[in-house]
């Protein structure tokens, strides 16, 4: 079992960077893949991107792609989500999630989650 807590969120324009942070607790931590989710008011939560096991592949959404750029530093038991020239449709709730399945490109993939931390994009 791993735990999962999710930091750096805050607020940035339009165009602008955040990275968000995901520590994870366990020694089992590089046998997981992590995914990165999202859930924006009002609406159901969506698959951002995924790094497997070993630090590739990796895996985004179109509508982050070559923007968003995940990675993992597993000797700290460390994920990251580097987000670049932010869009206000970007604005939601961001979850880190951890599978040790074979599959790790869908929401339903992941079983355990972080409590989530708020991105919010306006001029």
């Known amino acids: 079992q791993v735990q999962l807590v999710e930091s750096g969120g805050g607020s940035v324009e339009p165009g602008g960077s955040l990275t968000l942070a995901c520590a994870a607790s366990?020694?089992?931590?590089?046998?997981?893949?992590i995914g990165w989710h999202r859930q924006a008011p009002g609406k159901e939560r969506e698959f951002v991107g995924a790094?497997?096991?070993?630090?590739?592949?990796?895996y985004y959404v179109d509508s982050v792609k070559g923007r968003f750029t995940i990675s993992r530093d597993d000797a700290k038991n460390m994920a990251y989500l580097q987000m670049n020239n932010l869009k206000p449709e970007d604005t939601a709730t961001y979850y880190c999630?951890?599978?040790?399945?074979?599959?790790?490109?869908?929401?339903?993939?992941?079983?355990?989650w972080g409590q989530g931390t708020q991105v919010t994009v306006s001029s």
């Open positions: 790094i497997s096991w070993g630090g590739s592949p990796t």
């Open positions: 999630a951890a599978s040790d399945g074979s599959t790790w490109t869908k929401g339903r993939d992941y079983d355990y």
């Open positions: 366990g020694r089992t931590f590089p046998i997981y893949a």
